[in-house]
């Protein structure tokens, strides 16, 4: 069940690589590097309850090896960002999803939905 599918501008992805760039050792700054490179397809995310799609790289956050931890939402620099924190083998990781203008309700949503006694 996916929970949001969204695109992105080149705009609002340059956006988001210009602050993951500060932060060289997340998941996405490979992905976000991958993607950039790719002129032809447009930058999408799809999250679903227990992963979280970047183009066809796949990050799980909720499974039997994965245990999700805290859902937050940030502002940084000029992008929102869905912090997914989750835990794997004794140690934390983040994933950091750009959050696209006009899409903040849908943010909060899913921070609901996967996070309901929050």
Known sequence: MTLVHWTYTKD???AFLRSTLKRKKTFYHLISLVLARRAKTVPEVCITPEKVWIGNNQQYFNS???????????H???VNILLITYGRDGSNHEIRIPVP??????AIEVQD??????
Do not use: V
């Open 64 to 74: 039997s090896k994965h245990e999700l931890r805290q859902i937050d939402l940030r």
């Open 113 to 118: 939905r996967l996070m309901p006694h929050f």
């Open 101 to 106: 203008k006009g899409k903040l309700r849908e």
């Open 12 to 14: 609002e992805w340059k």
């Open 76 to 78: 940084d620099g000029f």
